[in-house]
């Protein structure tokens, strides 16, 4: 039996492909310092955990409404109002299985064949492929490094075409920790006003894994003209390190919220319900987990950017939010390693910490950013000093020509 046309011009997730390699060898008895890691390395608030037995007990073990229990909906009415000092009601507040099923479903509810969706690059993995998989067209934008990796007027103006039914922001973004400031996010809507057809999906997981004075920005409180046509997207994964409870959330135009529930209830029907009792209680309870977490994820980021940067060979820029560093390894490529074999890409060099040193990252082609690869900081700073020293080491036995 064949597949179907959408699943043959999809790819599986690179960072999931990366992950399941490094649990292959790690069960063939190697000893591997994992950098691929895309969630937090803490458990669970145990207040949260605590409230999810409390559900179970409480018998709250049912099917939901397809957009999620009225307390969850209105944690996030909440979270939205602190937050963003947006107001929300209920027609413009939809809950899925993780921000990546929501993200999906809008494309799914709003893309026809030939529809485009400006993905700017770096990007998240999964973007292009969601965007084929529902018979759209991603548009990709360079966003090069000069740039501080972000999309800038003149680029999107560039991209927007009458097919454009979409700009995607990821802000802070995966897997550049990069994201945009109030003026820079003006810019971009001084762009998109002369555009009424083109609405604006704003992933904003990493929001609260991040390091400035005031908060992380959003596109729909910075232009409020622009209110109707953002879809916010967000979650508990990342920021109370809740990634395999799988709860996500969107909060946009009624019409758009009508359609991706329509979708659900066809798909999944709801919602964990254990799962929205505890990301409830993540929204509306205690903080102060994220506060410890993101202080010890600031001391991680700066150890190891400074440990990037004293590699000949390897440079990056400190990021403004999330977990990520993407690194630039283009003064690596052409030389030889110890047993001649030439680096010619990013996939390369990434084979090669692996082969060589056993270290795991992911190489930046998989982000739209060849030249580079990604090391998430999730993981311990005896970890991340380990694996910086395999990696300058890796780097300093590279050769301008193979040996002899």
């Not at 994220?290 to 994820?297: Q, S």
């Amino acid at each position: 039996m064949s597949t179907a046309a959408r699943v043959r011009r999809i790819n599986p997730s690179p960072s999931t492909a990366a992950a399941q390699r490094v649990r292959e060898l790690k069960s063939q008895g190697h000893t591997i310092l994992d950098l691929t890691v895309g969630e937090p390395d803490f458990d669970t608030p145990e207040h949260v955990k605590a409230a999810a037995i409390e559900a179970i007990r409480a018998g709250e073990t049912k099917y939901t409404p397809v957009n999620g229990t009225p307390r969850l909906r209105a944690a996030i009415a909440e979270k939205v109002r602190q937050r963003h000092g947006l107001t929300v009601t209920d027609p413009r507040i939809t809950v899925g299985g993780g921000a990546k099923q929501v993200i999906f479903l809008a494309l799914t509810a709003t893309l026809d064949e030939g529809d485009e969706v400006v993905v700017p690059a770096p990007y998240w993995v999964s973007y292009p492929d969601m965007v084929l998989a529902n018979d759209g067209t991603p548009v990709i934008v360079d966003c090069p490094e000069a740039d501080g990796f972000k999309l800038t007027p003149p680029r999107l103006r560039a991209a927007l075409t009458e097919r454009t039914r979409w700009v995607v922001l990821n802000t802070p973004g995966n897997p550049t920790g990069a994201a945009y400031t109030p003026a820079e996010l003006r810019a971009l809507a001084e762009v998109l006003l002369e555009h009424p057809q083109v609405r604006v999906l704003t992933d904003e997981i990493y929001d609260e894994i991040w390091y400035g004075d005031e908060d992380a920005p959003s596109l729909a409180a910075v232009e409020p003209r622009l209110a109707d046509r953002v879809f916010l997207t967000n979650g508990v994964s990342k920021t109370y390190a809740m990634t395999g409870w799988r709860i996500g959330y969107g909060v946009g135009p009624a019409d758009l919220v009508t359609a991706i529930n329509t979708l659900q209830s066809q798909i999944s029907s709801c919602p964990s319900s254990v799962s929205q009792a505890a990301a409830a209680v993540a929204l509306t309870g205690p903080q102060d987990f994220v506060g410890e977490t993101v202080r010890v994820y600031r001391g991680r980021r700066d150890a190891t950017v400074r440990l990037v940067n004293d590699v000949p060979e390897l440079s990056c820029t400190t990021p403004d939010g999330g977990f990520y560093l993407l690194v630039n390894c283009r003064a690596a490529l052409g030389r030889f390693t110890p047993t001649g074999v030439r680096i010619d890409s990013d996939e390369d060099f990434a084979r090669h910490l692996l082969d060589s040193q056993q270290v795991a990252v992911i190489h930046g082609s998989a982000y739209g950013a060849p030249g580079y690869f990604r090391i998430s900081f999730a993981t311990s700073t005896d970890v991340l000093t380990e694996a910086c020293a395999r990696i300058a080491k890796a780097c300093a036995a590279l050769t301008g020509a193979p040996s002899a």
